[in-house]
């Protein structure tokens, strides 16, 4: 089979027109794993658009479910898993296609960034052959073309000495520089969407910095779509556009960047915000921390799922879900009956402070000796259940 000249740097060529629609289109996504102990359901119902040259950061506590619903929307799950709700790529539906079918859309068309680089590449190849692989088999270059491609993204991602690191193993770069092949291996077959799962994880904050500004500039320059997956609100404070919160495997409450930072409507993306250590703050400040612990998403806890640890909730929090309610700006919904902010929230803050609840006086006094006492307190009511 006669192989194509392909540039090395063709990978850099934007779209001339675009697709009318969003990239990508998730309605109701549900992901579950079959346990010992029944369904756990670590996606529940999870509903989220992305348009092309737009970044949305995933946010919310390990374990609320954001890397099993990034994993799910590239269909990278365990065969026993079972998921349902609709995945749509430029119109596309995925949700219905086996892995035979996906492999159409992984590299070219949506490619993933995982937490830990050392684990994503094989510790016995070269660098040359884990990105040029790929190349090779999907977009169906030469073994020099690829070659010169791969010199050409290691270059771009800020490796250097690009032609020497192809010779190394993984074992042999730092922290920093694996995460930089792996996203030179995500970019390699220009991807329309990026889904980046922790990428800054384990790094330090130097290094951090780095890695996300590489990813927003080669977003930029390739007008990509990404969803950027982090417990940290810091790190998507100034790099998205949309940011979506994540607890117990829901969406609980979701806004353009700017507006949730600034009018917060659900107590758990407050305790999120309260948090992050400040620097204004004087030396030795205790760390605020939200009490008590994410649920078992087996026997989740009826009612709110932040419930438990709400410093705001009442009896029919305890009772009733509440459904994702729009804000007063557009584009900002929320799961909760006592929202921040609002005057039903203040008075339920202060009807629960007078009775000395623990979550409430947690939060306002938002040191860790307080937040002990709601720890104590679930305990309390998880033995009494049992």
Same mark, same amino acid.
């Given at each position: 089979?006669?192989?194509?000249?392909?540039?090395?740097?063709s990978w850099r060529a934007l779209p001339e027109q675009q697709p009318s629609g969003p990239l990508l289109d998730v309605d109701d996504l549900r992901t579950a794993f079959r346990t010992p102990r029944g369904r756990l359901r670590a996606v529940d119902g999870v509903s989220a658009s992305l348009d092309r040259g737009k970044t949305l950061g995933i946010v919310g506590e390990s374990g609320s479910g954001k890397s099993v619903f990034v994993r799910s929307l590239m269909g990278l799950l365990p065969r026993y898993v079972e998921r349902s709700g609709s995945v749509r790529f430029e119109g596309a539906e995925l949700s219905d296609l086996n892995e035979r079918g996906l492999r159409h859309y992984w590299g070219t068309e949506m490619a993933m960034v995982f937490q830990d680089p050392m684990t994503?590449?094989?510790?016995?190849?070269?660098?040359?052959? *884990?990105?040029?692989?790929?190349? $090779?088999?999907?977009?169906? @270059?030469?073994? +020099?073309? !690829?070659?010169?491609?791969? %010199?050409? /993204?290691?270059?771009?991602?800020?490796?250097?000495?690009?032609?020497?690191?192809?010779?190394?193993?993984?074992? *042999?770069?730092?922290?920093?520089? $694996?995460?930089?092949?792996? @996203?030179?291996? +995500?970019? !390699?077959?220009?991807?329309? %969407?990026? /889904?980046?799962?922790?990428?800054?994880?384990?790094?330090?904050?130097?290094?951090?910095?780095?890695?996300?500004?590489?990813?927003?500039?080669?977003? $930029?320059?390739?007008?990509?779509?990404?969803?950027?997956?982090?417990?940290?609100?810091?790190?998507?404070?100034?790099?998205?556009?949309?940011?979506?919160?994540?607890?117990?495997?829901?969406?609980?409450?979701?806004?353009?960047?700017?507006?949730?930072?600034?009018?917060?409507?659900?107590?758990?993306?407050?305790?999120?915000?309260?948090?992050?250590?400040?620097?204004?703050?004087?030396?030795?400040?205790?760390?605020?921390?939200?009490?008590?612990?994410?649920?078992?998403?087996?026997?989740?806890?009826?009612?709110?799922?932040?419930?438990?640890?709400?410093?705001?909730?009442?009896?029919?929090?305890?009772?009733?879900?509440?459904?994702?309610?729009?804000?007063?700006?557009?584009?900002?919904?929320?799961?909760?009956?006592?929202?921040?902010?609002?005057?039903?929230?203040?008075?339920?803050?202060?009807?629960?402070?007078?009775?000395?609840?623990?979550?409430?006086?947690?939060?306002?006094?938002?040191?860790?000796?307080?937040?002990?006492?709601?720890?104590?307190?679930?305990?309390?009511?998880?033995?009494?259940?049992?």
């Amino acid at each position: 089979m006669r192989r194509r000249k392909v540039s090395p740097m063709s990978w850099r060529a934007l779209p001339e027109q675009q697709p009318s629609g969003p990239l990508l289109d998730v309605d109701d996504l549900r992901t579950a794993f079959r346990t010992p102990r029944g369904r756990l359901r670590a996606v529940d119902g999870v509903s989220a658009s992305l348009d092309r040259g737009k970044t949305l950061g995933i946010v919310g506590e390990s374990g609320s479910g954001k890397s099993v619903f990034v994993r799910s929307l590239m269909g990278l799950l365990p065969r026993y898993v079972e998921r349902s709700g609709s995945v749509r790529f430029e119109g596309a539906e995925l949700s219905d296609l086996n892995e035979r079918g996906l492999r159409h859309y992984w590299g070219t068309e949506m490619a993933m960034v995982f937490q830990d680089p050392m684990t994503s590449l094989n510790p016995v190849k070269r660098i040359e052959p *884990q990105i040029t692989d790929s190349l $090779r088999h999907n977009l169906g @270059i030469g073994r +020099a073309d !690829a070659r010169e491609r791969a %010199l050409a /993204l290691l270059e771009s991602v800020g490796i250097p000495e690009p032609r020497r690191r192809l010779r190394d193993y993984p074992h *042999q770069l730092s922290g920093g520089m $694996r995460q930089r092949v792996t @996203i030179a291996m +995500a970019l !390699a077959c220009g991807p329309k %969407l990026l /889904l980046a799962d922790e990428p800054t994880t384990a790094l330090d904050v130097t290094v951090q910095a780095q890695i996300l500004n590489l990813l927003g500039q080669q977003q $930029r320059e390739r007008f990509m779509g990404m969803i950027l997956v982090t417990h940290d609100l810091a790190v998507v404070a100034g790099r998205t556009d949309e940011v979506a919160v994540m607890y117990a495997g829901q969406i609980v409450e979701k806004a353009p960047t700017a507006v949730l930072f600034g009018n917060v409507r659900m107590p758990y993306t407050e305790g999120l915000l309260r948090s992050i250590p400040k620097i204004s703050e004087p030396s030795h400040t205790r760390l605020r921390i939200i009490g008590g612990r994410p649920p078992d998403l087996v026997d989740p806890p009826a009612g709110c799922r932040f419930s438990p640890r709400c410093p705001y909730a009442q009896p029919l929090c305890h009772t009733d879900p509440p459904p994702l309610t729009p804000a007063e700006t557009p584009g900002h919904v929320f799961r909760c009956w006592f929202p921040v902010g609002t005057d039903a929230g203040r008075e339920a803050l202060e009807r629960n402070l007078a009775r000395h609840d623990p979550a409430a006086e947690a939060a306002v006094a938002g040191d860790i000796h307080a937040a002990a006492l709601v720890d104590a307190a679930a305990d309390a009511d998880a033995g009494g259940n049992d």
